[in-house]
């Protein structure tokens, strides 16, 4: 096999091809070219080699988005074993499942230590090392006992396309946590349909605002950058910072962004109220892992002269499954999640008949970068893997380009006494009003027509909205059957880890409160 068509593969070349040009950097601190990378990721590959980690076992990482953190995740899957990357604000008892379900064999935190993580591992009986590196030309340390026994020199070893490299969790946000592991296939192929989509190059540079332990981070900012030869850029502080995100983005010469729709908020919502003086000149900006609304999309390209390109990604695909184009290459579509890159893409109704164009029904792939199934857990995968094609439990249509319309998740969809309304079409009329900055539509049980939307939405910042106007320009807007019975004014909204807002929980969050509302005082 190609040694090339694995992401370590991929990420060799780009060192010997780009050695000196910068890789990784610490806003403010320092910088890593390509070569020195690599060379502290054989180094700490040797180092875990030494401590006797061997092929397939599962290594958990607990970090910030550190330099230890990319170096380490690397250093993991070139010594054959598998990343296991998990959020640092996980209680105790998440730990404790992760850890478990994921059945690693050691968890290694920053050198500050961890200690939800640290006493999870412990009543696991599962080692914990720390990591530290002060300074790129400093020792990168790693605190574990070298086994006696002999073990494989780390320039000997050579990745297969089939080893298992990352084990994620899926959000869970509709049922248990299933586990999802990726191959150097599924990683190798994933990073090169991002690099060719987008047409990322050594001249490119950006700065990670998602977290490092999930997908769109990990996949779309940092090792398609890195297999690339471009340089990638940390926060200081390790996590994203609106305050200091333009100035990171100027200093490091950064010609892209992605992040999710939050996150874009955000960043619109200081441009309005603290614009900068200059903005980079970006060659793109990517949304992902939510739907982003056409208004949105306007707004972004106005205020940070740029185009925006939605794209559409999972897990189990090890995440890009679909993206607009650049503007030299095609038309991207404000409303469209894109067109299909790197693998196939049909439309499936439940009999697995495959659907013309413009008739929606589940999205359904199948490619190179999609796992072969879930880890133990053979309902999931039989559900999931029907009639040769991974369902990813979305409802679309493509219409007559090929551009892929996404309508919602098939068990987020409201069905209004028979009417099946997407949550995201109520979604994006609600965020074009001029004061909404977030907002969110969901299904509530109704007496009379099985379901009924409510919607909750985060004014601007100053601005004096209120139910009754949010009325009205939904009945404006949408056909009266779509129009939210409920408006609830909120100033935050429940969220992953990512920034992507959970319907179904923001549901159950408001119901609760009004369940709570109607429950009589003591003595009333």
Known sequence: MERSETLTGLLKKASQKFPDRRALSVSGRYEISHKRLDELVDEAAGRLL????????????????TVEFVILFLAVIR??????????????DEFEFYLSDSESKLLITSHTGHPAAEAAASKLNIPHASASLPHPDSLFTLSLPQCESETESIAELVNDRSDVSLFLHTSGTTSRPKGVPLTQLNLGATVQNIKSVYKLAESDSTVIVLPLFHVHGLLAGLLSSLTAGAAVTL??????????????????????????????????????????????????????????????LVRLEEAFGAPVLEAYAMTEAAHL????????????????????????????????????????????????????????????????????????????????????????RIKELINRGGEKISPIEVDAVLLSHPDVTQAVAFGVPDDKYGEEINCAIIPRDGADIDESEVLRYCKKNLASFKVPKRVFITDSVPKTATGKIQRRFVAEHFLAKVSAAKVPKFGA
């Open 321 to 408: 499954m679909a993206s607009n184009p650049l503007p030299e290459d095609g038309q991207h579509r404000g409303g469209s999640v894109g067109r299909p890159v790197g693998q196939e893409m049909t439309i499936l109704d439940e009999k697995g008949t495959h659907l013309p164009r413009g008739i929606s029904g589940e999205v359904c792939i199948r490619g190179s970068n999609v796992t072969k199934g879930y880890k133990n857990n053979p309902e999931a995968n039989k559900t999931a893997f029907r009639f040769g094609w991974f369902h990813t439990g979305d409802v679309g249509f493509l219409d007559d380009e090929g551009y892929l319309h996404l309508v919602g």
């Open 50 to 65: 030494a401590a006797g980690v061997r092929a397939g076992d599962v290594v958990a990482l607990t970090f910030p988005n």
């Open 79 to 92: 010594a054959r074993a598998v990343a296991a990357p998990l959020n640092p604000a996980y209680t105790l």
């Open 235 to 296: 926060s200081a502080s390790g996590r994203f910072s609106a305050s200091t995100f333009w100035s990171d983005m100027r200093a490091s010469c950064a010609t892209f962004y992605t992040a999710v729709p939050t996150i874009h908020q955000i960043l619109l919502d200081r441009h309005a109220t603290n614009p900068e003086l200059v903005y980079p000149k970006l060659r793109f900006i990517r949304s992902c892992s939510a739907s982003l609304a056409p208004a949105i």
